[in-house]
Protein backbone atom coordinates (compact mmCIF):
# COMPACT_ATOMS: atom_id res chain seq x y z
CA UNK A 1 0.00 0.00 0.00
CA UNK A 2 0.84 3.58 0.17
CA UNK A 3 1.51 5.77 2.91
CA UNK A 4 3.33 8.64 4.72
CA UNK A 5 4.91 8.62 8.08
CA UNK A 6 5.61 11.94 9.70
CA UNK A 7 5.76 12.94 13.39
CA UNK A 8 2.32 14.39 15.15
CA UNK A 9 3.81 16.81 16.91
CA UNK A 10 7.13 18.94 17.34
CA UNK A 11 8.05 21.37 20.00
CA UNK A 12 11.03 23.83 19.38
CA UNK A 13 12.37 27.29 20.89
CA UNK A 14 12.58 30.86 19.08
CA UNK A 15 15.37 31.61 16.92
CA UNK A 16 16.21 27.81 16.95
CA UNK A 17 16.84 25.03 14.16
CA UNK A 18 13.92 22.31 14.04
CA UNK A 19 14.02 19.38 11.44
CA UNK A 20 10.82 18.07 9.91
CA UNK A 21 10.90 13.83 8.50
CA UNK A 22 8.96 12.73 6.73
CA UNK A 23 9.12 8.87 5.03
CA UNK A 24 6.94 7.65 2.04
CA UNK A 25 6.08 4.59 0.23
CA UNK A 26 4.21 5.02 -2.97
CA UNK A 27 3.81 3.35 -6.26
CA UNK A 28 6.15 5.43 -8.37
CA UNK A 29 7.45 8.92 -7.24
CA UNK A 30 7.01 12.01 -9.09
CA UNK A 31 8.11 13.89 -6.12
CA UNK A 32 7.74 15.31 -2.44
CA UNK A 33 5.77 18.25 -1.67
CA UNK A 34 5.86 20.19 1.84
CA UNK A 35 2.98 22.44 2.62
CA UNK A 36 2.56 24.86 5.63
CA UNK A 37 -1.20 25.48 7.22
CA UNK A 38 -1.78 27.90 9.92
CA UNK A 39 -4.77 26.74 11.95
CA UNK A 40 -7.85 27.91 10.39
CA UNK A 41 -5.59 28.54 7.34
CA UNK A 42 -5.78 27.03 3.86
CA UNK A 43 -2.34 25.29 3.15
CA UNK A 44 0.25 26.74 1.24
CA UNK A 45 3.02 26.00 -1.00
CA UNK A 46 6.41 25.40 0.70
CA UNK A 47 8.55 23.02 -1.47
CA UNK A 48 8.67 20.53 -4.14
CA UNK A 49 11.55 18.12 -4.20
CA UNK A 50 12.19 15.38 -7.19
CA UNK A 51 15.82 14.79 -6.86
CA UNK A 52 17.90 14.33 -4.35
CA UNK A 53 19.91 16.53 -2.35
CA UNK A 54 18.76 19.91 -0.49
CA UNK A 55 16.62 22.59 -1.97
CA UNK A 56 17.64 25.78 0.01
CA UNK A 57 14.94 28.98 0.07
CA UNK A 58 15.99 31.34 2.48
CA UNK A 59 15.13 29.98 6.54
CA UNK A 60 13.66 27.13 5.18
CA UNK A 61 15.38 23.44 3.48
CA UNK A 62 13.42 20.80 2.06
CA UNK A 63 15.88 17.44 1.53
CA UNK A 64 15.01 14.57 -0.42
CA UNK A 65 16.92 10.56 -0.53
CA UNK A 66 14.76 8.61 -3.01
CA UNK A 67 16.23 5.64 -2.27
CA UNK A 68 15.66 5.74 1.61
CA UNK A 69 12.51 6.93 1.00
CA UNK A 70 12.69 9.98 2.69
CA UNK A 71 12.41 14.03 3.03
CA UNK A 72 13.01 16.22 5.87
CA UNK A 73 12.20 20.11 6.02
CA UNK A 74 14.51 22.01 8.10
CA UNK A 75 13.31 25.25 9.51
CA UNK A 76 16.28 27.70 10.85
CA UNK A 77 15.96 30.49 12.70
CA UNK A 78 12.64 29.56 14.02
CA UNK A 79 9.70 32.61 14.59
CA UNK A 80 6.95 32.57 16.01
CA UNK A 81 5.06 32.44 12.86
CA UNK A 82 6.57 29.54 12.27
CA UNK A 83 3.69 27.95 14.35
CA UNK A 84 2.18 25.90 12.27
CA UNK A 85 1.60 22.39 10.89
CA UNK A 86 3.70 21.17 8.02
CA UNK A 87 2.12 18.70 5.86
CA UNK A 88 4.12 16.37 3.32
CA UNK A 89 2.82 14.94 0.68
CA UNK A 90 4.19 12.46 -1.88
CA UNK A 91 3.45 12.32 -5.95
CA UNK A 92 2.89 8.60 -7.13
CA UNK A 93 3.31 7.45 -10.69
CA UNK A 94 -0.30 8.48 -11.46
CA UNK A 95 0.61 11.88 -10.03
CA UNK A 96 -2.09 10.98 -7.26
CA UNK A 97 -0.84 13.08 -4.27
CA UNK A 98 -0.35 10.67 -0.76
CA UNK A 99 -0.84 12.98 1.89
CA UNK A 100 0.78 12.67 5.40
CA UNK A 101 -1.64 13.55 8.93
CA UNK A 102 0.69 16.27 9.07
CA UNK A 103 3.37 17.55 12.14
CA UNK A 104 1.98 20.30 14.06
CA UNK A 105 5.23 22.59 15.36
CA UNK A 106 5.03 24.40 18.69
CA UNK A 107 7.41 27.46 18.70
CA UNK A 108 8.01 28.46 22.17
CA UNK A 109 9.64 31.86 23.30
CA UNK B 1 -4.81 38.53 -4.01
CA UNK B 2 -7.63 35.90 -2.97
CA UNK B 3 -7.30 32.79 -5.82
CA UNK B 4 -9.33 29.89 -4.46
CA UNK B 5 -12.73 31.23 -2.82
CA UNK B 6 -15.01 29.04 -1.05
CA UNK B 7 -18.51 30.21 -0.47
CA UNK B 8 -18.86 29.07 3.11
CA UNK B 9 -16.85 29.21 5.82
CA UNK B 10 -18.89 27.37 8.22
CA UNK B 11 -21.79 25.64 7.55
CA UNK B 12 -24.29 23.91 10.09
CA UNK B 13 -26.83 21.22 8.63
CA UNK B 14 -29.07 18.27 10.08
CA UNK B 15 -29.11 14.77 9.05
CA UNK B 16 -30.61 14.11 5.26
CA UNK B 17 -30.06 17.68 4.02
CA UNK B 18 -28.49 18.37 0.95
CA UNK B 19 -25.09 20.53 0.87
CA UNK B 20 -23.39 22.68 -1.71
CA UNK B 21 -19.95 23.41 -0.94
CA UNK B 22 -19.05 25.87 -3.91
CA UNK B 23 -15.49 26.60 -5.17
CA UNK B 24 -14.14 29.45 -7.52
CA UNK B 25 -10.39 30.01 -8.67
CA UNK B 26 -9.61 33.28 -10.56
CA UNK B 27 -6.22 31.47 -12.08
CA UNK B 28 -7.43 29.94 -15.09
CA UNK B 29 -6.12 26.35 -13.88
CA UNK B 30 -7.07 23.47 -15.52
CA UNK B 31 -7.31 20.98 -12.36
CA UNK B 32 -9.88 21.26 -9.37
CA UNK B 33 -9.90 19.52 -6.45
CA UNK B 34 -12.62 18.32 -3.25
CA UNK B 35 -10.21 16.81 0.07
CA UNK B 36 -11.48 16.01 3.34
CA UNK B 37 -9.26 17.04 6.12
CA UNK B 38 -9.78 15.73 9.60
CA UNK B 39 -7.45 15.01 12.67
CA UNK B 40 -5.18 12.54 12.27
CA UNK B 41 -5.59 11.76 9.13
CA UNK B 42 -4.06 13.21 5.88
CA UNK B 43 -6.16 14.57 3.39
CA UNK B 44 -8.37 12.44 1.42
CA UNK B 45 -9.09 13.15 -1.99
CA UNK B 46 -13.06 13.12 -2.84
CA UNK B 47 -13.68 13.92 -6.45
CA UNK B 48 -10.99 15.60 -9.11
CA UNK B 49 -11.56 17.52 -12.35
CA UNK B 50 -9.25 18.20 -15.04
CA UNK B 51 -11.40 19.77 -17.40
CA UNK B 52 -15.23 21.25 -17.71
CA UNK B 53 -17.56 18.60 -17.39
CA UNK B 54 -15.47 16.10 -16.33
CA UNK B 55 -14.71 14.21 -13.34
CA UNK B 56 -12.82 11.82 -11.56
CA UNK B 57 -13.30 9.57 -8.18
CA UNK B 58 -10.64 10.32 -5.56
CA UNK B 59 -10.18 8.00 -3.10
CA UNK B 60 -13.60 8.35 -1.02
CA UNK B 61 -16.10 9.43 -3.11
CA UNK B 62 -19.28 8.11 -1.83
CA UNK B 63 -21.88 10.15 -0.53
CA UNK B 64 -20.58 13.26 -2.86
CA UNK B 65 -20.78 14.08 -6.07
CA UNK B 66 -19.63 16.80 -8.26
CA UNK B 67 -19.87 19.69 -10.99
CA UNK B 68 -18.14 21.52 -12.96
CA UNK B 69 -20.27 23.29 -15.68
CA UNK B 70 -17.52 26.40 -15.77
CA UNK B 71 -14.05 25.56 -15.95
CA UNK B 72 -13.05 28.41 -12.60
CA UNK B 73 -15.81 26.83 -10.27
CA UNK B 74 -16.19 23.59 -9.33
CA UNK B 75 -19.13 21.89 -6.60
CA UNK B 76 -19.45 19.55 -4.05
CA UNK B 77 -22.93 18.20 -3.28
CA UNK B 78 -23.60 15.77 -0.35
CA UNK B 79 -26.93 14.58 -1.63
CA UNK B 80 -28.06 13.40 2.04
CA UNK B 81 -25.51 14.55 4.62
CA UNK B 82 -24.87 12.61 7.29
CA UNK B 83 -22.69 13.09 10.36
CA UNK B 84 -19.81 10.89 9.16
CA UNK B 85 -19.46 13.92 6.81
CA UNK B 86 -18.85 16.42 9.47
CA UNK B 87 -15.70 17.49 8.44
CA UNK B 88 -13.45 20.52 6.79
CA UNK B 89 -13.22 20.42 3.03
CA UNK B 90 -10.80 21.72 0.93
CA UNK B 91 -10.94 23.10 -2.60
CA UNK B 92 -7.88 22.97 -4.59
CA UNK B 93 -7.11 23.95 -8.39
CA UNK B 94 -3.71 23.26 -9.96
CA UNK B 95 -2.44 24.40 -13.38
CA UNK B 96 -1.89 21.20 -15.04
CA UNK B 97 -0.94 17.38 -14.01
CA UNK B 98 2.94 17.07 -14.14
CA UNK B 99 5.45 16.52 -11.73
CA UNK B 100 5.66 20.21 -9.62
CA UNK B 101 1.72 19.89 -9.66
CA UNK B 102 1.71 23.00 -7.19
CA UNK B 103 -2.29 23.06 -5.35
CA UNK B 104 -3.52 26.28 -4.55
CA UNK B 105 -5.74 25.86 -1.82
CA UNK B 106 -9.32 27.77 -0.63
CA UNK B 107 -9.31 28.74 2.98
CA UNK B 108 -12.17 25.61 3.69
CA UNK B 109 -15.59 24.58 4.58
CA UNK B 110 -16.02 23.78 8.01
CA UNK B 111 -19.28 21.45 7.92
CA UNK B 112 -20.93 20.25 10.83
CA UNK B 113 -24.37 17.57 10.62
CA UNK B 114 -26.19 17.23 13.42
Known amino acids: GQNIDQPTEMTATEGAIVQINCTYQ??????LFWYQQHAGEAPTFLSY??LDGLEEKGRFSSFLSRSKGYSYLLLKELQMKDSASYLC??????????WGAGTKLIIKP | DVKVTQSSRYLVKRTGEKVFLECVQD?????MFWYRQDPGLGLRLIYF???????EKGDIPEGYSVSREKKERFSLILESASTNQTSMYLC?????????????FGAGSRLTVL
Open chain 2, 92 to 104: ASSLSFSGANVLT
Open chain 2, 27 to 31: MDHEN
Open chain 2, 49 to 55: SYDVKMK
Open chain 1, 26 to 31: TSGFNG
Open chain 1, 49 to 50: NV
Open chain 1, 89 to 98: AAMDSNYQLI
